[in-house]
Every structure is written in C-alpha cells, then in structure tokens.
C-alpha cells in the first residue's frame, strides 16, 4: 500500500542545518509530484515546497526560498528537504505528501510527520 515516512526532524540551533527525508513506498517516485508542508502550534499548515514527477520541477515558498533545497532519488524512493540557516519560526512538524498531479495541489496521501525545532 501507500505509504510515506518522514524522518530526520530533531532539536537544532539557530543557524543550523537539518535534512528531512521522506520515504516513500508502494508506488513510483518518478510518477508523481512530492510536496513539503509545516504546521507550528496554533497556525495552519504551510505547503513551503514541492518536486514536480517527471522533469524535477521544484517549487518554493517565499518564507524558505534560498534557505531550503527540496530533491528526490529515485532509485532510493525518497524525497529530501534539505534546510539550512534555520530559524525558530521554522519550528514546526513537517509533513510530505503525494500529489498526482504537478504540484497543483491535489495531495492524496500524507506521512505522519517529523517534529523540527529550532531553538537555543
């Protein structure tokens, strides 16, 4: 079945580095689109990026663009968020999903989240 399993989330200093991994099973990567989400306590969920299936096409959001690299291995089946210059705002539990279209927004399954804080 359909299945995403994010990882890679944990505590980490303003400034710093982390890379979330998102793992995905029983399908093909290449054949759709993966999107990264966040949602920190009390506000609502923020789509920060997506790879588009097929030519790679990456999207940004305006509060992680230049910050955060979105990439995917295909022949691992995983999708990486590489997140550097971290900031606390960005603390939240970061979500993947699938899209089956380019990224247009029609997610059809979610991971169970990864918890991010960044804090001194």
């Known amino acids: 079945q359909v299945k995403l399993v994010e990882s890679g989330g944990g505590l980490v200093q303003p400034g710093g580095s982390l890379r979330l991994s998102c793992a995905a099973s029983?399908?093909?990567?290449?054949?759709?689109?993966i999107g990264w989400f966040r949602q920190a306590p009390g506000k609502e969920r923020e789509g920060i990026s997506c790879?588009?299936?097929?030519?790679?096409?990456?999207y940004y959001a305006t509060s992680v663009k230049g910050r955060f690299t979105i990439s995917r291995d295909n022949a691992k089946n995983t999708v990486y968020l590489q997140m550097n210059s971290l900031k606390p705002e960005d603390t939240a539990v970061y979500y993947c999903a699938r899209d089956s279209d380019y990224c247009s927004g029609q997610y059809d399954y979610w991971g169970q989240g990864t918890q991010v804080t960044v804090s001194s």
């Open positions: 790879i588009r299936r097929r030519d790679g096409s990456t």
């Open positions: 029983g399908f093909t990567l290449n054949s759709y689109s």
